[in-house]
């Protein structure tokens, strides 16, 4: 059974730093993209970010271009986001999701629950 | 970027009957190599996470109803619930995977009449 298992959320101020990690399990990890969407409080779904199953390729919304890093560790099936500069519109639920294949074009085949960010003064 | 739009914004339908919800792209998502639309349906039930109902426009997951469908080509799509359930009240979003941003839709509610 696919598990994926967001940490990391909670309360940050403006301009700080938050490291998200996504567990998962259930499945071969390194031959599944994984990706990352967003959904502001009371707001629809906005994609952020997707890596391939080996790390190589990755892309970014514009919204978060140069201040969020999508990565992986193959070796501990985990999932990544390093969000620095952060900003009151990032405030959000993160989820992590799985891809149904390596590549980064494939689409979206599981979701996780969740992990709340809140950044705010 | 490609814009998805979807109408309506939302709708309520009597149990047992058909709702129908539309997603547009802005532009095509069909990759002609391999014939395949990059349109994903999803369903958020309150207080919940996103599911996956339908990928590339018209392929159920495992374990979805078959009472959802999905349709079109191109730039043009349809959900439909054939005979709507009392679960089946959710948001449901289009998106598309066929160039980067991979941007969804607004989201359609579904009530229930």
């Known amino acids: 059974e696919v598990q994926l298992l967001e940490s990391g959320g909670g309360l940050v101020q403006p301009g700080g730093s938050l490291r998200l990690s996504c567990a998962a399990s259930g499945f071969i990890f390194s031959t599944y993209a994984m990706t990352w969407v967003r959904q502001a409080p009371g707001k629809g779904l906005e994609w952020v970010s997707v890596?391939?199953?080996?790390?190589?390729?990755?892309y970014n919304a514009d919204s978060v271009q140069g201040r969020f890093t999508i990565s992986r560790d193959n070796s501990k099936n985990t999932l990544y986001l390093q969000m620095n500069s952060l900003r009151a519109e990032d405030t959000a639920i993160y989820y992590c999701a799985k891809v149904s294949g390596d590549a980064c074009y494939y689409p979206i085949h599981y979701w996780g629950q969740g992990t709340l960010v809140t950044v705010s003064s | 970027d490609i814009v998805m739009t979807q109408s309506p914004d939302s709708l309520a339908v009597s149990l047992g009957e058909r709702a129908t919800i539309n997603c547009k792209s802005s532009?095509?998502?069909?990759?002609?190599?391999?014939?395949?639309?990059?349109l994903t349906w999803h369903q958020q039930k309150p207080g919940q996470p996103p599911k996956v109902l339908i990928n590339?426009?018209?392929t159920r997951e495992s374990g979805v109803p078959d009472r959802f469908s999905g349709s079109g080509s191109g730039t043009d799509f349809t959900l439909t619930i054939s005979s709507l359930q009392a679960e089946d009240v959710a948001v449901y979003y289009c998106q598309q995977h066929y160039s980067t941003p991979f941007t969804f839709g607004p989201g359609t509610k579904v009530d229930i009449k």
């Open positions: 590339w426009a018209s």
């Open positions: 532009q095509n998502v069909l990759y002609s190599s391999n014939n395949k639309n990059y």
């Open positions: 890596i391939s199953g080996s790390g190589d390729t990755t």
